[in-house]
Nanobody, 115 residues
């Protein structure tokens, strides 16, 4: 059974930092491409950051220079370090694992940036 479990969300002030974690199980983690998406009510889910199995990373323009995605293959973990958070970063953040036609999602973790 595949499980992606996110943690680390919460309430933070503008300019603050959070680190999201995603624990993956039930997949051959090292061959999967991993991503973080976010969604606000009424809008489509959008890609925040992605890390391919070869280590290549991609970021949404809105988070470049502020967020960093990383993995720990030994622990089957993917992280999203978020710095210099802005009000518009408020969203539910979802972990994603995909390989060929297979795609799995976590349940999401809420990030709220507010003063």
């Amino acid at each position: 059974q595949v499980q992606l479990v996110e943690s680390g969300g919460g309430l933070v002030q503008p300019g603050g930092s959070l680190r999201l974690s995603c624990a993956a199980s039930g997949i051959s983690f090292s061959i999967y491409d991993m991503g973080w998406y976010r969604q606000v009510p009424g809008k489509e889910r959008e890609l925040v950051a992605e890390i391919l199995s070869d280590g290549t990373t991609t970021y949404a323009d809105s988070v470049k220079g502020r967020f960093r995605i990383s993995t720990d293959n030994a622990k089957n973990m993917v992280y999203l370090q978020m710095d210099s958070l802005k009000l518009e970063d408020t969203a539910a953040y979802y972990c994603d694992a995909h390989f060929l036609q297979r795609r799995y999602w976590g349940q999401g973790t809420q990030v709220t940036v507010s003063s």
